[in-house]
């Protein structure tokens, strides 16, 4: 346990971040894992229009430092792609 005041404070903190970081990692994880299952199902008109919500979350998570910038731009770029790939299969 924290002894000083200030460690005790910064164990709130690091609480608090901690739990609003899971939060943000899984609202975008489950989003992901959605747009993949209509990918799945060969709904691709349903996949699209969750795109924007998938970059909203994704662009949170990077903003607030949940994850890295550059990991959210890898996972939009891949889940247009595969968006974009299973279109052309139709």
């Known amino acids: 346990m924290p002894n000083t005041k200030s460690a005790i404070k910064a164990l709130r903190q690091s609480v608090k971040r901690r739990s609003k970081n899971i939060s943000r990692k899984t609202a975008y994880r489950d989003a992901l894992k959605e747009v993949k ?3 799945a199902s060969a709904n691709i008109a349903e996949a699209e229009k969750l795109v924007p919500q998938i970059y909203k979350k994704l662009d949170k998570a990077a903003k607030t430092m949940a994850i ?5 731009s890898r ?3 891949r889940i247009v792609k595969a968006i974009k790939r299973s279109a052309v299969k139709q």
Do not use: Q, T
């Open 68 to 72: 890295k910038k550059n990991k959210a």
């Open 37 to 39: 299952k209509l990918i």
């Open 75 to 77: 996972l939009k770029s």
